[in-house]
């Protein structure tokens, strides 16, 4: 084989395993989940976090992947903050995180003190923030089966309130991404399905 054929060949192969490895990369998206994970509301926190995770772990697993889970079909890497050590801190934990890597969505659960969107999460939030609270809390799991006894035997605890609004979360964002058949560059409509999404109160 000529030099030229075999250069031909190696530079072909190069170019296949860039455009793999882009395709892999843009196969997934950063998300930061806050809520109280410490102090007196960490019990409800970790049920939050649980339920997102429960939504996260339902579909498209594979062998060897190094994602937290999926939603609508995409790796999902879900990056906490911790409400507990107050709004300011928070929300500067927020953008630390952000400045490392790209984030594609905020979203929480958050106790009383926070029902109000605080000043400075909306606008930490590339896309509208999820509040867990006014999503309403779905009563089965995506396969249609009723949720409870769902995430009792995956997990082997009851799911509380906040467990439904973690989970309710989840099952937003999973929509919305598959809507735009995982192509989060339309913001547009993510933003237009996501804020549908958020009817309660």
Known sequence: MKLWQVTGMVLGMAL???????????????????????????????????????????????????????????????????????????????????????????????????????????????MPFIDGHRVTPPQTTMDGTPFQPAFRTATGNDAGPWTLRGYGVGRLIDRAIRAVHEDLSKRDRLMEILKAGMTGG
Request: a negative charge; zero cysteines.
């Open 16 to 126: 296949l395993a860039l455009g793999h490895a882009g395709h892999v990369q843009a196969h997934e998206f950063r998300m930061i989940f806050i809520a109280p994970l410490s102090g007196a509301g960490a019990a409800e926190g970790q049920q939050a976090l649980a339920g997102l995770m429960f939504a996260a772990r339902e579909r498209d697993g594979h062998p060897d992947e190094t994602a937290d889970g999926h939603l609508g079909g995409m790796d999902v890497h879900v990056l906490t903050v911790d409400s507990a050590v107050g709004r300011t801190e928070a929300l500067k934990r927020i953008e630390s995180l952000k400045s490392r890597e790209p984030v594609e969505i905020v979203a929480g659960v958050l106790p009383a003190a926070w029902r109000e969107t605080p000043p400075g999460l909306e606008q930490a939030a590339p």
